[in-house]
Structures are given as structure tokens and as C-alpha cells.
């Protein structure tokens, strides 16, 4: 087994992947305090192809020296814009059309193996607070929730690893055709 170059990868450029098909979905980090989680949520949604991230409240935005250590340059492929207020960005997100789904631990969440995304549909995800997680005012305008099943004995995962974890389902479900 030989290792693949960069080069042999065959990865588009940063022009070409502004003019690809993108996965109809945004992510929203509605007060993430670490710059280095939405630089790695930049990284992610550059490798899955997502529409956007769109970052609320104290969320760090580019360009930031903690960002980009982590975003490796996803920062100025990926499109994203700035709310001052998550509900603000959500509502924003209704009048375009999106599903709004916080991924958190609320009462009648779907397990995210459980939940099937619907063809054609644009989503909106949203990430929360490394303490508090979505906000409560956010989950209030959410049209619902996913969840990621855990049998460990913490109650949580890393944001941006579970920005991951999400990302990579959705992408399965419902990636661009290329």
C-alpha cells in the first residue's frame, strides 16, 4: 500500500470548489468560544461541501490567527457570514426555506442514525456553546432536533467533533452528485 500524494488526490481548487455543487445544508455555531472549533467546523464543512456557516454571537470569525491554525485555509473556500444573534440567523434561514435542526440533547430529539433527511431539502444545523450548547432560545426555533446516540459515561462530545460526526452522516444521505 503506497500512501497518495496531495497531487494524486485529484482535489478541486479553490475556484472550482466555489462553483461546485455544494450539500444543501448550513451550519450555524450559535456561541462557540473557541476559535479553533470553528476553524475545525471551516475544515469539515470544506470537506463535505456544505453550503455555509453562518456565526452567531461571540463566534470567533475570520480572519483569526486560532482559526485558520485549525481551518487550514477552509476560512476563504468556504462561504460564511456573521450574525450578531443566532435567532436572528435562524429566522433568516426560515424565510430562505431551510429545516432548522439544533444537534443537541432536547425532548423528542431523533437519534441521528434514525433520522432521514428528505431529498431536496435545504438544512440548517445547529452547533452550540461548549458548556451550554444551543441555546434554549435557538432550540425554541428549531422545527426539531438530532441527536448522536453515546453509550460512554460523559454526556457530550467535542463541538466540532461533533460537527464531524453530523456533517459525515448528512454527507452520506444527501452529497452532491459529481
Not at 482559526?67 to 485555509?73: E, R, V
Not at 466540532?160 to 459525515?168: E, M, P, T
Amino acid at each position: 500500500m503506497k500512501k497518495i500524494t496531495n497531487e494524486e488526490l485529484g482535489r478541486l481548487s479553490a475556484e472550482e470548489f466555489r462553483t461546485a455543487e455544494k450539500m444543501p445544508l448550513t451550519v450555524v455555531l450559535d456561541n462557540v468560544r473557541s476559535a479553533q472549533n470553528v476553524g475545525a467546523f471551516f475544515r469539515t464543512c470544506d470537506a463535505f461541501a456544505a453550503e455555509r456557516i453562518v456565526l452567531c454571537g461571540i463566534t470567533a470569525v475570520p480572519p483569526a490567527r486560532e482559526i485558520h491554525k485549525t481551518a487550514l485555509g477552509a476560512e476563504m473556500t468556504v462561504p460564511w457570514s456573521y450574525c450578531p444573534t443566532t435567532e436572528e440567523a435562524l429566522l433568516q434561514l426560515r424565510g430562505e426555506g431551510c429545516e432548522i435542526l439544533a444537534v443537541e440533547q432536547v425532548e423528542g430529539a431523533v437519534p441521528l442514525d434514525l433520522f432521514s433527511p428528505v431529498e431536496g431539502r435545504r438544512y440548517a444545523l445547529v452547533f452550540g456553546n461548549e458548556v451550554d450548547g444551543v441555546s434554549q432560545q435557538a432550540v425554541d426555533m428549531c422545527d426539531g432536533a438530532v441527536e448522536i446516540p453515546q453509550l460512554g459515561t460523559k454526556h457530550s462530545i467535542n463541538v466540532s467533533v461533533a460537527g464531524g460526526v453530523v456533517l459525515w452522516d448528512f454527507f452520506c444521505r444527501i452529497r452532491p452528485k459529481r
